[in-house]
């Protein structure tokens, strides 16, 4: 669609803030800001307050969005950008109460602003917390993008996040669902989901070497002081990790391990491991080039529930670079099991690296990742828009 072309309808999302760290949603909606007028709310997330610093930085972090003078006011936004809103919240969701208090909070604040968006207006979430938002809001159809189930997750209150999911499921117009797992988990509650996993920007990995001179500065600026072979993950650094598999591998594989990406609850341990080091999050533009400059991939993640039900976004990412990939023998990534190397112990993982490091990607390997060319954020977003708004009628 280009440029000039009328948006038609509206879409409302609720998600992770806008530009903080990648994210499917976030893909998704990019490709339909030059199709659909899009307000994105940003909101306190999911996790229980806690005395420790993340909390705190998170919590200055949201104080600092609701002292801004524009916080509700949506503007009109720029190409590939949608109009931000980020209401204010009360930071749990534990208590009745407070789930009462945030429902009025947010219809109050949203409600004027979605009143003035052009119809159909379809809202989309990925986060079980606007349960009871459904009925509050003048939209034509919610939809519910499931990509993680966040019962598991440790640093979430289940209880609270599996009741309000359900409701969520139950009340939902569409269930869209990131992996089969997590489709087979809607079905269970009786409710069909629509299957859309993650997609790639195929053409940006595979043309990193026609970057700018700028940017191939900054990536191996930020590379050169850790020695090669390099062993390289990038993503959330959190409990995700699996200790185990790190600590084998800084005991015994070669180089330096590399972890690009914001640390949030990661196992202290880990940190500390003899030639694993953290680089912090960088801008997204500069992951296919430090891919270019990495040896290996890696994502040596844990197993078990919350991690069993997830579609890594960072999986096709890895298959669309040359750089051979190592990873947790997770359903997702069973998948694309010809297009690298599966492991499940610290010890498979470790043979599989040390293998990789000195053979680099093999040719049929190579050979079974072209299909991932057709798996485009630009074709997986219309999908998405089809499953938003077919149907509607236009306002």
Same mark, same amino acid.
């Given at each position: 669609?280009?440029?000039?072309?009328?948006?038609?309808?509206?879409?409302?999302?609720?998600?992770?803030?806008?530009?903080?760290?990648?994210?499917?949603?976030?893909?998704?909606?990019?490709?339909?800001?030059?199709?659909?007028?899009?307000?994105?709310?940003?909101?306190?997330?999911?996790?229980?307050?806690?005395?420790?610093?993340?909390?705190?930085?998170?919590?200055?972090?949201?104080?600092?969005?609701?002292?801004?003078?524009?916080?509700?006011?949506?503007?009109?936004?720029?190409?590939?950008?949608?109009?931000?809103?980020?209401?204010?919240?009360?930071?749990?969701?534990?208590?009745?109460?407070?789930?009462?208090?945030?429902?009025?909070?947010? *219809?109050?604040?949203?409600?004027?602003?979605? *009143?003035?968006?052009?119809?159909?207006?379809? /809202?989309?979430?990925?986060?079980?917390?606007?349960?009871?938002?459904?009925?509050?809001?003048?939209?034509?159809?919610?939809?519910?993008?499931?990509?993680?189930?966040?019962?598991?997750?440790?640093?979430?209150?289940?209880?609270?996040?599996?009741?309000?999911?359900?409701?969520?499921?139950?009340? *939902?117009?569409?269930?869209? /669902?990131?992996?089969?797992?997590?489709?087979?988990?809607?079905?269970?509650?009786?409710?069909?989901?629509?299957?859309?996993?993650?997609?790639?920007?195929?053409? /940006?990995?595979?043309? *990193? /070497?026609?970057?700018?001179?700028?940017?191939?500065? #900054?990536?191996?600026?930020?590379?050169?002081?850790?020695?090669?072979?390099?062993?390289?993950?990038?993503?959330?650094?959190?409990? #995700?990790?699996?200790?185990?598999?790190?600590?084998?591998?800084?005991?015994?594989?070669?180089?330096?391990?590399?972890?690009?990406?914001?640390?949030?609850?990661?196992? +202290?341990?880990?940190?500390?491991?003899?030639?694993?080091?953290?680089?912090?999050?960088?801008?997204? &533009?500069?992951?296919?080039?430090?891919? &270019?400059?990495?040896?290996?991939?890696?994502?040596?993640?844990?197993?078990?529930?919350?991690?069993?039900?997830?579609?890594?976004?960072?999986?096709? &990412?890895?298959?669309?670079?040359?750089?051979?990939?190592?990873?947790?023998?997770?359903?997702?990534?069973?998948?694309? #099991?010809?297009?690298?190397?599966?492991?499940?112990?610290?010890?498979?993982?470790?043979? +599989?690296?040390?293998?990789?490091?000195?053979?680099?990607?093999?040719?049929?390997?190579?050979? +079974?990742?072209?299909?991932?060319?057709?798996?485009?954020?630009?074709?997986?977003?219309?999908?998405?828009?089809?499953?938003?708004?077919?149907?509607?009628?236009?306002?």
């Amino acid at each position: 669609m280009s440029d000039d072309s009328p948006r038609q309808g509206s879409l409302i999302v609720f998600a992770d803030d806008w530009g903080r760290h990648p994210s499917s949603c976030q893909y998704l909606v990019r490709n339909l800001t030059l199709r659909r007028h899009v307000l994105w709310v940003n909101t306190i997330g999911m996790r229980r307050p806690r005395l420790d610093r993340t909390t705190f930085r998170r919590g200055w972090e949201k104080l600092r969005e609701w002292l801004r003078r524009d916080r509700l006011a949506s503007g009109k936004p720029e190409a590939a950008q949608p109009a931000v809103v980020r209401p204010l919240m009360w930071p749990s969701f534990s208590r009745r109460w407070e789930r009462a208090w945030n429902r009025r909070l947010l *219809a109050r604040q949203l409600e004027p602003l979605i *009143a003035d968006l052009p119809k159909p207006r379809t /809202a989309v979430t990925t986060i079980p917390i606007v349960a009871d938002l459904l009925e509050s809001l003048p939209v034509d159809r919610w939809v519910y993008y499931r990509v993680d189930d966040f019962r598991h997750w440790p640093e979430m209150d289940g209880r609270v996040m599996a009741d309000m999911e359900r409701r969520l499921i139950s009340s *939902a117009d569409r269930i869209v /669902a990131a992996s089969e797992r997590l489709q087979q988990g809607v079905e269970a509650l009786g409710r069909d989901a629509v299957l859309l996993t993650h997609g790639v920007d195929w053409h /940006a990995w595979q043309e *990193a /070497a026609n970057a700018p001179r700028a940017l191939w500065e #900054q990536a191996e600026a930020l590379f050169r002081p850790l020695p090669p072979p390099r062993s390289v993950f990038w993503g959330s650094i959190n409990w #995700q990790m699996d200790e185990e598999i790190l600590a084998v591998l800084s005991q015994k594989s070669e180089g330096t391990i590399v972890l690009v990406g914001p640390v949030t609850d990661c196992p +202290a341990v880990i940190l500390r491991l003899p030639r694993v080091r953290t680089v912090g999050a960088v801008k997204p &533009e500069l992951l296919p080039l430090l891919a &270019e400059l990495s040896t290996v991939l890696i994502m040596p993640y844990k197993n078990g529930p919350g991690l069993e039900e997830s579609q890594p976004l960072k999986l096709k &990412e890895y298959l669309a670079t040359r750089r051979p990939a190592v990873v947790r023998d997770l359903p997702a990534n069973r998948v694309w #099991q010809d297009a690298l190397d599966l492991a499940n112990s610290p010890e498979e993982f470790l043979e +599989a690296v040390r293998l990789r490091i000195h053979t680099g990607l093999p040719p049929a390997q190579e050979l +079974a990742r072209r299909r991932v060319c057709e798996e485009s954020w630009e074709k997986k977003a219309a999908v998405f828009d089809r499953i938003l708004f077919e149907g509607l009628s236009p306002g």
